[in-house]
């Protein structure tokens, strides 16, 4: 017996909930992701994508399969992006993947890639700096105090997984124009893993003082808004809160899901809502970064 799970048409954090309900439905069953008919797919749904065989592999569950998506263009850009060689690990790959050949510069700044300790880190904000400072300064017009704060960001934000998680995670950027809801180019950062998560993480230190009101929800506002770390260190948990400085100060988007709930610094041209709680449950955590171009 196989249990379908649908992988969205258009699969980005929007319609992520739609597929954490079909994926947390589970029953024990063998699992096949359908992707065949998708026609796009942003960091964010590739990365969570990856998340779920990733899960479904630290369970001991079977193998789950893969179904590609058939349009030539959006299984291009899926291997492109680094995600076919990455799920090649975690999946039964069905479909015809592309073969790439070497190209120049594109919008993939950093393709899909594994997050399992601090080297991992460094190597990814090494990797990445260069070429983002050359696209916040010259393509979004951003001053050039914008590129150290995003290395910065990244940083945080990937050490997140390596201090708190308790498996590996994933990160992805690309740089696209973003038409229909902003109407400029941005830089998107899309990081999960398929950790404890939050509540879990601080459940230690943090239960006792929100009582009833512990869960998810309560979690993320401790460590969003508070600053909370389950390290009881001086200046730990201060990672977030620089990463919302940051993003608030360019107009940029911070979203961060937890298990059950999701958490949004919603800059002014956006229109999500800053707490969802009671959402399907997805595994560990999803954390969404937009930078958009400055306005003239």
């Known amino acids: 017996m196989t249990r379908v799970v649908e992988v ?3 699969f980005d954090d929007r319609a992520f909930d739609q597929f954490a309900r079909s994926y947390s439905a589970g029953d024990g069953a063998r699992v096949l992701f ?16 990856l998340t779920a065989g990733q899960a479904l592999a630290e369970q001991g569950a079977e193998r789950p399969l893969l179904t590609l998506p058939q349009d030539r263009d959006v299984v291009h850009y899926w291997a492109r992006a680094g995600f076919v060689r990455q799920a090649d690990a975690y999946f039964e790959l069905h479909g015809k993947a592309p073969k ?6 594109s919008d993939v700044l950093l393709e899909l890639t594994p997050v399992r300790g601090a080297d991992d880190v460094h190597e990814v904000v090494n990797h990445i700096q260069e070429r983002a400072a050359a696209i916040l300064t010259h393509e979004l017009k951003l001053e ?8 910065m960001a990244l940083s945080e934000a990937c050490q997140n997984i390596v201090e708190h998680a308790g498996t590996g995670g994933w ?6 124009t973003w038409r229909k809801r902003l109407g400029r180019r941005v830089v998107v950062i899309a990081i999960s893993d398929a950790g404890v998560g939050f509540r879990r993480s601080l459940e230690a230190t943090q239960a006792k003082r929100f009582g009833d009101r512990w869960g998810d929800a309560a979690a993320l506002e401790a460590a969003l808004i508070q600053g909370v770390s389950r390290f009881r260190d001086p200046g730990r948990g201060q990672g977030l809160a620089g990463i919302r400085r940051y993003l608030n100060r360019w107009q940029g988007k911070l979203s961060v899901r937890s ?8 800059p002014p041209w ?8 009671q959402l399907p ?8 970064m937009i930078v958009p171009a400055h306005s003239e």
């Not at 790439?100 to 510069?105: A, D, I, M």
């Not at 298990?259 to 919603?266: H, K, L, P």
């Not at 449950?281 to 969404?288: K, N």
Request: charged share 15%; aromatic share 10%; net charge negative.
């Open 259 to 266: 298990g059950a709930a999701r958490m949004t610094m919603i």
């Open 171 to 176: 990160v992805a950027v690309q740089t696209y």
């Open 281 to 288: 449950f997805f595994p560990g955590t999803q954390v969404l």
């Open 100 to 105: 790439l050949t070497p190209r120049g510069e």
């Open 34 to 49: 359908d992707a065949h008919a998708a026609q796009w797919a942003s960091p964010y749904g590739l990365v969570g994508l």
């Open 270 to 277: 956006d229109d999500d809502v800053p707490l969802a709680d």
């Open 144 to 151: 050039a105090a914008a590129t150290m704060g995003f290395g």
């Open 8 to 10: 969205p048409v258009q």
